[in-house]
């Protein structure tokens, strides 16, 4: 990336919007004098959590409690974190020397010059002042996470029992154990983060430790699997089938995708008209892309799935499928389309293989699989998803057709979007003698019965309208799936699943067309040479892996 480190990108990446929300929250912590916490500090939560390495400093966090309670002289601990003023070394280190009590029986404490020395009966520990600022964030982190109720219980019962090392490691463990349960939920698994890892040290070799997102080609993606998929792992990360790779690059692209959304946010100007204060004029016309790029926007079949869209069948199963792996991948979609197409035509044959040879069937077997092939070629691929289009265009022109029939306002919000040259200030509507259906005779919603009313009339509403019209009456009669047929599409529920499915059909379509046009391009001397090579690469590749084993 052009100004991040690949551990900041990892910092950034796949964590859930609530985590970091909680990570930002710590940084905006202020103390009496100042922020709470320096950048510094917040890095290394950040990093902690975001890498799964807190272990050893929740270790340490326990036996800065035991130290923390001797400040209150009791069981309590807060005084150290909350009346000390801002998280520095020096800050604690006089808090420490101006407050710390007697300590308990079987409990030494021994002031070093760069920390406390902890002396149990069963051990010692020492707790630098240099790690008092970072752990003081860990336990701002985790009460945040898991709750004061929960983390209190957890030190109370560590603070009420006679001091012992073991006693502190148990209770380590067992938060440990409670922040792993919540990371569960909001980051991605540590095999993801290995492989992410993985990823990124190849890119840094190739093009720099600030590689971009434009960097992670096609060619790239391919180079990796042909050195990856035949190594042995000693990680537990298994990169033998292209799929795999794909997957896990589509993962960094999107990563780097965020992290740049991220660091531009982080680092953005003011936004107004005083340019001497360094305030920026907002750029309207990306500001809604921008924006897009720093959420996570729902997935439109998710849309489909839910109550009333849920009733009516937009697409068969395999339709759904063929789109579900395209959202998977969009913005990969985006920046590498061969590899998409790649994994789409060779993932079964190598799919095959895989079981094949898990099933242990004979090298002639296998030999046969490998010389067979894909069951499409990359123009077939091409055509079928061409094909996928129109299936789903048709869909949405009978979804249009329920709103027109049923004088829908919202038909008018796909009506415009479909007729972008027509000149809508040549209509000359004749608004009398229509009362529209809460028996008003003027209004929004008159003006929207009447046009919808008479919109497949050419002499009223031009030629244009009219065929979109007739063209969405002609696609609802096509098909005969659940949803349409003619009995049920005045129900209010049903009229209501069609709107709401029409915007997730919107989506799709925007986001299937914009991947067909760049595999236009690509195909633009033909599909036939780069099936060709690719054919013989991936054979090549599969020989190796498959071919000759026993």
């Known amino acids: 990336m052009n100004a991040a480190s690949s551990e900041s990108l990892l910092l950034r990446s796949g964590r859930s919007q609530e985590l970091g929300n909680v990570l930002k929250g710590i940084e905006e912590l202020e103390a009496a004098d100042g922020p709470k916490f320096t950048p510094a500090a917040c890095r290394e939560l950040g990093r902690l959590i975001t890498c799964r390495i807190y272990a050893s400093a929740i270790l340490e966090l326990g036996h800065l409690i035991q130290i923390a309670r001797l400040v209150e002289g009791g069981t309590r601990y807060e005084g150290l974190f909350w009346e000390s003023g801002s998280a520095r070394p020096g800050h604690f280190k006089h808090y420490l020397t101006s407050r710390l009590f007697n300590t308990p029986p079987g409990l030494e404490v021994t002031f070093l010059p760069n920390g406390l020395a902890l002396t149990y009966p069963d051990g010692a520990f020492t707790v630098t002042f240099g790690r008092m600022p ?63 890892r993985r990823l990124i040290a190849f890119m840094e070799e190739i093009a720099g430790e600030h590689f971009a997102v434009e960097e992670v080609t096609d060619q790239a993606i391919v180079d990796f699997w042909l050195g990856e998929s035949t190594a042995k792992s000693d990680d537990g990360v298994d ?5 795999a790779v794909f997957i896990a690059f589509a993962n960094l692209i999107q990563s780097l995708v965020w992290a740049k959304s991220w660091q531009g946010f982080d680092h953005a100007n003011a936004i107004g008209q005083n340019h001497e204060l360094g305030e920026v004029e907002p750029d309207t016309e990306n500001l809604d892309r921008w924006l897009d ?80 092939g894909p069951v499409e070629s990359y123009e077939e691929r091409h055509q079928r998803l061409k094909k996928l289009r ?13 709103l027109i029939q049923n004088r829908s306002p919202a038909a008018i919000d796909h009506l415009l979007p479909l007729l972008p040259d027509f000149d809508w200030s040549s209509l000359a509507l004749d608004f009398s003698g229509l009362t529209d259906r809460d028996g008003e005779s003027s209004g929004q919603v008159f003006v929207v019965n009447r046009f919808l009313s008479i919109l497949d009339q050419t002499d009223k509403v031009g030629k244009e309208p009219a065929q979109l019209a007739s ?58 040479t780069p099936f060709k090579n690719d054919l013989k690469l991936f054979r090549a590749q599969f020989h190796l892996l498959y071919g000759d084993a026993s």
């Open 134 to 196: 970072v752990l003081s964030a860990l336990l701002e982190f985790s009460l945040t996470a898991l709750g004061y109720g929960e983390l209190d219980d957890l030190f109370g019962k560590m603070l009420s029992a006679p001091p012992s090392r073991k006693g502190v490691s148990q209770t380590a463990d067992a938060l440990s154990r409670k922040l792993y349960a919540y990371l569960g939920e909001h980051l991605p698994s540590a095999q993801n983060q290995r492989k992410l």
């Open 239 to 243: 990169f033998k089938t292209f799929h």
């Open 293 to 372: 790029g720093l959420t996570s926007r729902p997935n439109p079949l998710e849309l489909l799935n839910e109550a009333p869209a849920d009733e009516i069948k937009f697409f068969t199963q395999r339709e759904h499928d063929f789109l579900s792996a395209l959202l998977e991948v969009t913005e990969a979609s985006r920046q590498v389309p061969l590899s998409v197409i790649r994994d789409g035509v060779f993932k079964e044959v190598q799919s095959r293989l895989t079981q094949a040879l898990r099933r242990k069937i004979s090298g002639d077997e296998r030999q046969r699989l490998i010389d067979t």
């Open 390 to 402: 129109d299936q789903l265009q048709k869909v949405r022109l009978a979804g249009l057709h329920v």
């Open 471 to 528: 063209a969405a009456k002609k696609a609802f009669g096509s098909l005969n799936r659940q949803g349409f047929d003619g009995a049920g599409m005045n129900q209010p529920d049903r009229v209501e699943g069609f709107t709401q499915g029409l915007a997730a059909l919107n989506d799709l379509d925007r986001t299937l067309g914009e991947f067909l046009d760049r595999l236009q391009k690509l195909a633009q001397s033909g599909w036939e």
